[in-house]
């Protein structure tokens, strides 16, 4: 047979559509990039489809092919029974009159509008994210209240006040190496509840706001806002009835969109006709009025993330309870998920229908190594801790307070926690819990370890999700040359005090599993097993198994290549006890993100001996 002469210019490899950037994507259906990125930008970085969509309907806005850039804020807004109140308070005043106040949603500036490049407005949520994550949850905002005659409002007290301006700081901090001017609050934080109103409503207006409470219960979260540039000094109106252009200047109406108006321009017009732009087409032109109402300028801004700082317990919901840390505003997919180039501009109630889609969680997957164990901290513990008729004895307080009952030669592969092990995994689940983490299933490898880990962490999350014990997961199987451990039964776990799931049928069974196995092979079983989890499964996911599990179920889930053996023993040696990566799904397939709170560290502990005293 002959040999295939080697090929001078190959063809290059095919990006799977998939692991492609939603940029990426963008400009392989041919849209210009800088297009692209203000179309990501106004979107809220939510998707191929939205962002298409965006550009189609903006295809005649003047400011399409310009450089002017948007214009980003930071808040810290109230949830919980607290905004109720005040979006009651919102609803009476606005009867009395227009004020100031009803431009925007309540809330405390944390940083005032500054200016940023559209390709940087992704890094701007990152950012705020990694920043708060230096936080703990603090308890509650302290606020007292304030009437003048001419403003009113919730000023936050001085303790309060400074973490937030902390938090301001390190913001503006972290996002002037990108260039970005950016100044964090200085004068007194505070929540407007009115101003710029008339002085004969000050007694109505002073008299609703002392029926607020300032310190009703709220939990507070931070929100990154952009709004277009051309909204400084026009007013916002929400159309309520359409209208079909009868004149070449007048503008189309449609249900939903908003449209910016001059300041002043209402009260100007003498025929009831205004000159606006459409949010929804950024074309201008005439409009009649009274098919419009004004509504908050912050309705027509876009969401980049939320972020929560607060934990109050008292004014959780059965419904607040599963709110995450973190929220994204969620990607809006197309009916067949197609990036396929859309024919003609689509409807705009389907548009406005997509941009104003509630906040949810993107389902998640939380891979964890396991924590200490007995036999990288104490050595050979086994003649140690056993007696002569195989009772277990404690020797060390960070040896496990008891041990379930097996053969005490298979505690040789398949050792247990230290009681430091058990500490690490409590902090995590307290940790998962804080930052607001809600679990629908939980896996763990069958090592012992990772299943007392994966019940420590439920128990400090408070969880009552059973344990699917998944053969599946143990690590790379090199790292047994004696082959494979011996591990407790379901029964036996159950017995041990375990909450296991007894009903769960292993995607891949013990005796399925290889007797030897490369670290291709390792990375192909860990990446099939996991794709069958998600498939399997609903909602978010929790895995505790090895130090080489992070990278193995995740590396070519989020389009990575797999490591040479080296790689995969380096990788190992930079993963500690307890350590979590998070899997967050997309559009785009599954990226990877730090997880919602912080690492766990500490130091090494030599062992004491009182004698060295005696001396």
């Given at each position: ?57 903006h295809v005649r806005d003047p400011t399409l092919d310009s450089d002017t850039q948007r214009q980003y804020v930071l808040y810290a807004c109230p949830i919980g029974p607290l905004a109720k109140q005040l979006e009651l308070f919102w609803s009476e005043s606005k009867e009395l009159g227009w004020n100031g106040a009803h431009n925007f949603i309540p809330h405390i500036t944390l940083v005032s509008f500054f200016k940023a490049s559209d390709e940087l407005t992704e890094e701007l949520a990152n950012i705020l994210e990694d920043v708060v994550y230096q936080d703990r949850l ?392 996991i794709k069958k989890i998600i498939d399997y499964t609903d909602g978010n996911i929790l895995i505790v198994a090895h130090a080489a599990s992070l990278a193995a179920c995740t590396r070519q889930l989020t389009g990575g290549r797999i490591p040479p053996a080296a790689e995969v023993t380096r990788l190992v040696q930079r993963v500690p006890y307890l350590a979590c990566l998070t899997a967050r799904q997309g559009l785009d397939g599954w990226q990877l993100h730090p997880p919602p709170f912080p690492p766990i560290t500490h130091t090494s502990n030599s062992r004491f001996d ?6």
């Open positions: 047979m002959a040999t295939l002469p080697p090929r001078k210019n190959p063809t290059p490899t095919k990006i799977s559509k998939q692991h492609l950037t939603p940029l990426q994507t963008l400009l392989q259906l041919g849209f210009p990039k800088h297009r692209a990125e203000k179309a990501l930008a106004a979107t809220g970085h939510r998707g191929v489809q939205l962002a298409s969509d965006w550009l189609l309907a603090h308890e509650h905002i302290e606020l007292e209240t304030y009437v003048s005659p001419n403003f009113m409002g919730f000023f936050v007290k001085d303790i309060n006040a400074e973490w937030l301006k902390n938090i301001a700081i390190r913001y503006v901090n972290k996002v002037a190496p990108l260039g970005i001017i950016a100044e964090p609050q200085v004068t007194p934080l505070h929540l407007t509840l009115a101003y710029q109103f008339p002085s004969n409503l000050f007694q109505s207006l002073s008299s609703a706001v002392e029926k607020l409470g300032p310190n009703t219960p709220a939990n507070w979260e931070l929100r990154l806002y952009s709004r277009d540039l051309r909204l400084q000094n026009l007013h916002v109106h929400k159309v309520t009835h359409a209208h079909v252009p009868r004149e070449h200047d007048e503008l189309e109406l449609r249900v939903g969109d908003y449209i910016y108006v001059p300041e002043g321009a209402c009260n100007a017009s003498t025929d009831g006709w205004v000159e606006g732009i459409s949010w929804l087409t950024g074309i201008s032109g005439y409009l009649p009025l009274n098919h419009t109402k004004r509504t908050a300028e912050s309705d027509s801004w876009t969401l980049h993330t939320t972020v929560m700082i607060t934990d109050n317990k008292r004014c959780e919901s059965a419904e607040e309870e599963e709110v995450p840390r973190i929220r994204r505003p969620p990607p809006v997919l197309s009916p067949n998920e197609s990036i396929d180039t859309t024919d003609g501009i689509p409807a705009a109630e389907q548009l406005l229908l997509a941009s104003e889609v509630p906040l949810i969680s993107s389902r998640e997957i939380f891979i964890c190594r396991h924590g200490e164990r007995v036999d990288f901290t104490f050595g050979s513990w086994i003649p140690y801790c056993f007696e002569s008729d195989g009772c277990y004895v404690r020797r060390d307080l960070n040896m496990p307070k008891e041990i379930p009952s097996r053969n005490i030669q298979d505690f040789q592969n398949d050792c247990p926690l230290t009681t430091v092990g058990e500490v690490q995994a409590s902090l995590v689940g307290e940790a998962m819990k804080s930052a607001n983490i809600k679990i629908d299933v939980a896996f763990a490898s069958p090592s012992l370890r990772c299943i007392q880990t994966l019940a420590h962490i439920l128990k400090g999350l408070k969880s009552d999700v059973p344990i699917k014990v998944e053969p599946g997961l143990i690590e790379w199987l090199a790292w047994y040359p004696n082959g494979i451990p011996v591990w407790m039964t379901s029964e036996e776990l159950i017995k041990a005090g375990f909450n296991v799931d007894a009903d769960y049928d292993p995607i891949v069974k013990a005796n399925e599993l290889p007797l030897k196995e490369n670290a291709a092979q390792y990375y192909e079983r860990s990446y099939d097993l009182w004698k060295v005293l005696t001396s």
